[in-house]
């Protein structure tokens, strides 16, 4: 099990956006959502590697700026009836400060 | 807390679509339960005819399975035929004696066929056309019978008469009116059909009225007879003479019923806790028949189910298809003409084609197609929208491949005839790669009905959209005709029922500044919208509110955000703006500098007579605008719903041609133009003399110069669908070219839907409109060239500059973490 890492404000990040943070083993989105809860994936699409950092936050969705899928934030899944997953990292806030586990809790699945 | 409790009386399609959309819209709300009166599960009712003609098979055409039903929780009562609704204890119960408890109740029992009242119409072997019991009955007779009689020439009539044609018997069409499809076609049409159809084998007794059906010796019918004395013999009676909303179940509980169930504009009977949808309905009097219709009351009611509460039925405007395989028949609205119309006739009986259409101040009115039905779905629309076509009047009739067409789909002409005979392997769409075999088989195995589903399951027309056409005949042709029918009123996306002009309408006239008042005074369904409405949303009140609306950045695609154009690989290419294309070697000097710097992969000059520098990474992004910055460049906005590029020839300067000082013109057009919002991406030109040289011609405004002045052009495009540009008007003086420009681009902001483009625009509204505001009425265009500049003032600030200096640059620095 590997050790949680704080890695920003809460205020870092925009409402309905996400940042990048880059790890030796790639980089991660760490996405805020309207009503400010905190989701991490991997910033790669399942469905051509675009980088779901950049995507229109909506709802607990994520849009992929290359072709539009829609991940889900909270599972990675894509939305049906595309199909693929993004690795999810676990993340939590504690007093509006974000940390990262840097080991997946899912396997992405690439479409 | 337990849940409420919903029944279904009527397990058909308007009652299970109702309930699709309820499950979509609220899942967890109710517990189900569905009764239906025939054994099967609900099914295509639509493609039954198809399945008499031996075409499909009964497990085909199975909308939702039994397992279905399980998987959703509902429980399935087939073969129950309700016979009492208790509305004082609101319970319903079944012939069988089983008893359902409701909290709201959804009466979708559908319609039966209307039996004539005449001898003999009780005898074995006569009946109607509605389920399938009837197809099994009919299915079975011709193959132990010879001859048969239809009453009835109408679309069920001909489908039930073709079918059986198909199975070989000998069948005879009897109807009582001069032509078949009275109420759908004129008689030229007509008489083209039944000649096709008695090429097909069938035989038709017209004007005849029927007396009576005669009894055989073994009990079964043998004959029918006419008023006229006349008789025919039949082994199998199938009468199609109309069908009947089956209220009985209704009346008897008292709810109020005039020929149907009747209901208000939210689907709800006169008892507030039962709803009704579907055939048996009578909304605003008018009770359909045709699936469309009834999947809008479904969505409307199940809206309603689900507690939101905001939706109305408004009535639909219909049209109608025959499915008899080789017969295209396409027709809608007033068809036979009158007083005060105008028609349009098109006829060549040796090709088997007519074409009519009425017309009403310059206004599609109604329409009937024979042999060529192509256009179908596009004269549907503009009698829909209520376009004016006095614009292409005269080419109207030819279809919309003559009109030049814009947008989506439609004007692809004999290809589209050719696309069922297709192979399946051949690739419809070319964007995604969805070849014709892909689109077929996800309409039957998910039971898809609309353009919306086809795109969600395939991405076939989803992203360019130029074979919507292609995919809406392929769609019709599997999934039954019925099904291209739009809805009658187009909402902005699936987080409204609000329609684009509707919602800036609510924001003017409501005093909407920012997106989340707006989705909260239209009563949005989603929390924060989706990819489609919120980029359209922070547009119309940047373009209502110019100099209050404070821009949402979170609603804007990354290329508006960066500033920059996302490419595969996820880095971005930048574009300095070069003023009319021309440049210099100090701004030369200064790319070669960045790019040199920043190890710019690629450099390229596009299409709009500047240069990109690609495979920028975003982290780099706000070091590589502040040189071009430093250098005196802004952005160029090549990634923008905005105005791009003005494109120019050398002109008079240089060229022996030239008539008028067009790159000079170039450059003070955009110079005004520049940083403007825009519905879609927006390109200038300015063409020196006639030739032409800076392709004024395709752009969304050109200037072609003349020796006594400027040409103005309007609506062009070269894109998906090359649009040649319409003439606006003839100018003198560089000073009205650009209040021209300038009023034309306002008009365009304030009135074409977010992503629609000048030429499907232009279209729509017609050029007349344009004319009208823009040319004729010089206090509007001077009205609408000044709340252009006003919109103007706060947006020419680079954003290079500001993000340069620090607004909004933390979104372009990554967070490093180092390993543990």
Known sequence: MTDWIEVAHLDDIPRQGARVVTTPDGSIAVFRTVDDEVFALRDRCPHKGGPLSQGIVHGRKVACPLHDWKINLDTGLAVAPDKGCAARYPVRVVEGRISLRLAPTTEPVDA | ?820
């Open chain 2, 1 to 820: 807390m337990s849940k409420q409790k919903l029944v279904l009386v009527g397990n058909g399609m308007a009652g299970m679509r109702t309930l699709e959309e309820l499950l979509k819209a609220a899942p967890d709300l109710y517990q189900i339960e569905v009764f239906g009166d025939e054994p099967h599960p609900n099914y295509n009712r639509i493609m039954l005819s198809p399945v008499l003609a031996g075409e499909q098979t009964v497990d085909q055409i199975v909308l939702n399975s039994r397992e279905w039903y399980a998987e959703h929780g509902i429980t399935l009562h087939t073969g129950k035929r309700i016979v009492k609704i208790d509305r004082k204890h609101r319970c319903v119960v079944a012939d069988d004696g089983t008893r359902a408890d409701y909290d709201r109740l959804l009466l979708a029992t559908g319609s039966k066929s209307f039996i004539l009242p005449i001898p003999g119409a009780d005898l074995p072997g006569v009946i109607g056309f509605r389920d399938i019991a009837d197809v099994d009955a009919m299915i079975r007779a011709s193959s132990r019978y010879r001859n048969a009689v239809v009453i009835g020439g109408g679309l069920l009539g001909l489908e039930a008469a073709n079918g059986l044609k198909q199975r070989g018997m000998d069948v005879s069409v009897v109807h009582i009116a001069p032509w078949l499809l009275e109420r759908q076609m004129d008689e030229p049409a007509s008489r083209l059909l039944q000649k096709n159809l008695e090429e097909k084998g069938l035989k038709f007794l017209l004007q005849k009225q029927t007396a009576e059906l005669v009894q055989g010796e073994s009990g079964r019918v043998c004959a029918v007879r006419f008023k006229d004395g006349e008789t025919v013999p039949a082994d199998l009676v199938v009468m199609a003479v109309g069908i009947r909303p089956n209220t009985q179940l209704a009346e008897s509980a008292g709810l109020q019923c005039n020929r149907g169930l009747v209901v208000n504009d939210t689907m709800q009977t006169f008892d507030p806790r039962i709803y009704a949808v579907g055939e048996c309905v009578s909304h605003r009097g008018i009770a359909y028949g045709l699936v469309a219709p009834l999947f809008e009351q479904a969505k409307v009611c199940a809206n309603h189910l689900a507690e939101h509460g905001v939706a109305r039925y408004q009535g639909s405007m219909t049209s109608t298809k025959l499915k008899v395989t080789g017969i295209d028949l396409f027709s809608a609205g007033n068809f036979m003409g009158g007083e005060g119309l105008d028609e349009i006739v098109f006829q060549d009986a040796g090709r088997g084609s007519y074409k009519k259409l009425i017309l009403k101040d310059n206004k599609l009115a109604g329409a009937v197609l024979y042999g060529d039905t192509l256009d179908g779905a596009w004269y549907f629309e503009l009698m829909r929208d209520g376009t004016d076509v006095s614009d292409f009047r005269d080419k109207l009739l030819f279809g919309r491949h003559h009109v030049g067409d814009s947008g989506a789909g439609g004007g692809l002409g004999d290809e589209l005839s050719r696309v069922m005979a297709l192979p399946d392997t051949s690739e419809i769409c070319g964007c995604n790669g969805v070849c014709k075999g892909d689109i077929i088989k996800a309409v039957r195995d998910k039971k898809l009905f609309t353009l919306d589903e086809v795109r969600a399951h395939t991405k076939a027309s989803g992203s360019c959209g130029s074979c919507t056409g292609l995919v809406e005949t392929i769609l019709a042709a599997t999934a039954g005709g019925d099904y291209s029918t739009a809805p009658s009123k187009k909402p902005l996306c699936n987080c409204t029922d609000h329609t684009h002009d509707e919602i800036r309408h609510a924001i003017s006239e409501n005093g909407l500044k920012t997106l989340p008042d707006t989705m909260r005074f239209l009563e949005w369904k989603t929390p924060d919208g989706c990819t489609k409405c919120r980029p359209a949303l922070n547009y119309y009140l940047l373009c209502a509110w110019p100099q209050e609306y404070v821009d949402d950045a979170q609603s804007r695609y990354i290329n508006e955000r960066a500033h920059g154009n996302i490419q595969k690989d996820g880095s971005f290419s930048v574009v300095p703006r070069m003023w009319g294309g021309l440049t210099n070697p100090k701004e030369l000097r200064a790319i070669a500098d960045v790019a040199e710097k920043f190890k710019v992969p690629e450099l390229k000059v596009t299409g709009g007579q500047r240069i990109d520098l690609f495979g920028i990474k975003k982290e780099d992004l706000p070091a590589v605008w502040k040189d071009l910055s430093d250098a005196g460049f802004v952005s160029g906005h090549a990634y923008g719903k905005a105005l791009r590029t003005v494109k120019t020839c050398v002109g008079s300067q240089w060229c022996r041609f030239g008539t008028q000082d067009s790159t000079g013109l170039g450059v003070k057009l955009e110079q005004m133009t520049w940083g403007s919002w825009m519905p879609h991406k927006f390109k200038l030109a300015v063409s020196g003399c006639p030739r032409n040289c800076a392709e004024a011609t395709i752009k969304d405004f050109g200037i072609v110069c003349v020796d006594s002045g400027y040409e103005l052009h309007v609506g062009g495009n070269g894109g998906i669908k090359v649009r040649i540009t319409d003439l606006l008007t003839k100018v003198e003086t560089e000073a009205e070219v650009m209040e021209y420009c300038a009023a034309f681009t306002q008009l365009y902001r304030e009135e074409a839907h977010y992503l629609e483009r000048t030429a499907p625009w232009v279209e729509r509204v017609g050029l007349s409109h344009i004319k009208e505001q823009v040319v004729e009425d010089a206090a509007n265009r001077k009205a609408l060239a000044e709340r252009f500049l006003i919109s103007q003032k706060p947006v020419q600030v680079d954003p290079w500059k500001e993000r340069t200096e620090g607004a909004g640059t933390r979104e372009f620095i990554p967070i490093h973490v180092a390993a543990q």
